[in-house]
């Protein structure tokens, strides 16, 4: 239960912490902290089990059809990245208490920061893979939210939409790359598919797989080509930059990288594919990162680099390289974490993040000058700091193993290219900040901030030399359990130690120390010469491409969408049409040989009926009443047909819902001219006609095809199951309550949505395009017929009789919450037709938005309770008791779920319907139904 748990909390957090901003900033950050906290110490108790090699696993069957399961797995890799989301977590809720002003929403911030929090865990956790892509698009929506979170900030915005356009396509490519995973290995649960190198890989799918999987994690990473997101996203607070671009979001795809690599690593297309991309995005990174001159600009595009130099590693396929990836993970998190909330410092105590105009801090900041020195010496792998052991792991593995088609000296040379030009900007971000002479008259006057704010940095420096000083102590069990985990067996005999004698590595790095320190003196030469050298802006080919998709989708939009609902439907009715035939056409055809049933007088009858209504339907279709009224037979034919088929649940429906349609349109037309436009061009009539018999043909065709032959149906199942399956003898409503509970479910919510999106659309009593409608005055506001509006209030009590006595029969008789909910919504309709909006609205006092929340709260706390009781979601159950005088009485907990059913069709129907007749009287529905003020009494 702990490892859901672990996962759990930061949601459960997240609203608590928004809410709890109303006792203050310090309540709020406290309330995040604690619930982080919680977390944390879950995870921390799962520590020896993971030292010693034991896997924790925990699950529960959700959708076992589609192989989606709620399974967790907790090893050293996933215990390993959640210790970093949970620990940085907890130092960046402190920071950020500090760090926002009191204008910004802390609430909120907490709010999101917990849910990606959250999110990241899930990613890292889940033994799901379809599990494990629902955490992945939530990190992609949680991060939009953070990194747009100074939504004044035009920058802001961009850098989120464009985050999360990068992020979210490549997550697209990954699901399918994990489905066509899972169908390999035919089993979606992760650890199973780990299980299933040879067969993956021997595979005529594995390519496709790989690139598919390679897209989502390069564009989560911030992989070349994608790394242009990554430094825009820098323009959200910095806690956000410390934290997603530093410790978690980025890392997700270097995570999944390591996830999957006992079965997708050891090959050539991966050697190539991820080894290269690695190297080159390491490369790009640190060179674009020399030149900027935003200190938060010049740590993304080191990230970029660092990321790359994780990739490479774990291209090269190999278990030392895997375990040197896991170092530098580690070690990555925690200084760069840390250079970003000092960046932070330095910004909000210096007013500028600008290098150019920075200088001599040192004296002014001696914290955080300490702090950046110690950092930033990590990040340019100065011995002995932790970054110094991973960084020379990488240049060993670089030059003894790494033979890029032919070229044993390839990687290593530009390796450690890319390490002298990450010593060359580690130390302009330290010396040219912090020591030397002041460059310009700062806005503000630079001092050390509060403890809050020094404290989370400073810890994670602690750490950077600790790891540094003691790497076999302090992180040797943990980054072995980590790497074992990638390799999925056991590692070579190995020591993390700051001196491994004199050997090439070595020599590389001390190469690259020294380079480092010459090319930042030349550091004036190399800036001019790069500024004279092109420089492509992939920031500038986004815009263009998105530019350019947009225009084209506006083109075909405005083309086929310009406001003709008759030109949308002969293009949807148009491509169906030639399908369908075209299907036919090309396909052989055999008449079916099942016998066809005698027509009865009746049937005939009722079908000339619904040929002549619709055919009145389009010989007056000019008359919009005249065709509301045969729309109105056509529907009641339909309805007797049902009956005479056997079908009384049905019949009751259609007839339910042919009154609401005919009351809902006849309110719609109220606003409407009465007549039509009259249609012109003989084409487009002889095109509408043309489509419509073809369709027709096709429609009817296709039934008489399928009615001919013999088939089987679900139904017998239903009907055999419907009493010792659903406890009911009402085969319709058991399948809609239980067999097939779950789409009732979604559809009832839709209807809640229909219904809340017409309320708003019309909360303003926005006016038709025929202008708006004139205000009606009160006496109008009604039929003004006495004898109907007395008979409505004794119609009102039957109906609500009768709509009783169909909902309590329906589990075991035509009837049911649906039909139930439909009939008093009539009859609470037929009181605002009567009697007119003011007095209902005085009288009645009900507003329609609650009994819409409400259903669908009873309708999940229904199918919660099957779940919790160990059964799938919304299974039902019966009870029979004995009650005296009344005899045994049947319960089904279905009842409680079509009473969610009733409240929303209830909530829903009357809402729309009252928004639109609010539009009527002409005071519009700002005013939510049931809140009549004095005003409106008085006037009724």
Known sequence: MSLPLIVLLPFIGAPLAALMIRAGRNACAGTAFAFSLG????????????????????GWSWLPSLGLDLDFRL???????ALLILGIGLLI???????????????????YLLAFQGAMLGIVLADNVLLLLVFWELTSLSSFLLIGYWKHLPDGRQGARMALTVTAAGGLAMIAGMLILGDVAESYRLSDILQQAEAIQASPHYLPALLLILAGCFTKSAQFPFHFWLPHAMAAPTPVSAYLHSATMVKAGVFLLARLWPVLAGSEAWFYLVATTGLVTMLAGALIALFKDDLKAVLAYSTVSHLGLVTMLLGFGTPMAALAAVLHILNHASFKAALFMIAGIVDHEAGTRDIRRLGGLAQAMPIAATLAVLAGASMAGVPPLNGFLSKEMMLQEATLLADWAGNAWLVAALATLAACLSVAYSLRFVIHVFFGRPRAVLAHHPHDPPAGMWLPPALLVVLVVAIGLMPSTLAGALVAAAASAVTGGDLPAHELALWHGFNPALGLSALALLSGLVLLKAYRSARASWSAGPH???KAMFDGVIDYVVDLARTITQGLHNGSLQRQLAFAVGAVVVLGFGTFLTTPYEAGERATLPAEPVAVVGWLLLLA?????????RNRLLALVNVGVIGLIVSLGFAYLSAPDLALTQIAVEVVTVILLLLALAHLPRHTPRETGWLRRLRDAGLAVAAGLGAGGAVWAMMTREFETLSGYYLEQSVPGGGGANVVNVILVDFRGFDTFGEITVLGIAALAIYALLDRGTPSVYGAPPAVPPAQDASNSLMMAVAMRIMLTLSIVVGAFIFLRGHNAPGGGFVAGLVVSIALALQYMAHGMRWADTHMRIDYHTPIGWGVVVAATTGLGAWLAGHPFLTS??????????GEVHIASAMFFDTGVFLVVVGATLLALTSLARLRVGDGPARKPGTGGAAARKEA
Do not use: N
């Open 39 to 58: 977390a944390f110490a879950l995870l921390l108790s799962h520590l020896p089990d993971v030292l010693q090699g034991e896997p924790i696993e925990a």
């Open 75 to 81: 090893d050293g890799l996933g215990f390993l990245f």
């Open 93 to 111: 809720i402190v920071y950020a208490r500090f760090y926002l002003s009191g204008r910004d929403p802390m609430g909120s911030f907490m709010a």
């Open 536 to 538: 492509p802006q992939a």
């Open 613 to 621: 209504a619709t055919g009145a339907v389009l010989a007056l279709h």
């Open 877 to 886: 159950t019966v009870w029979h008791l004995d009650v005296p005088v009344v």
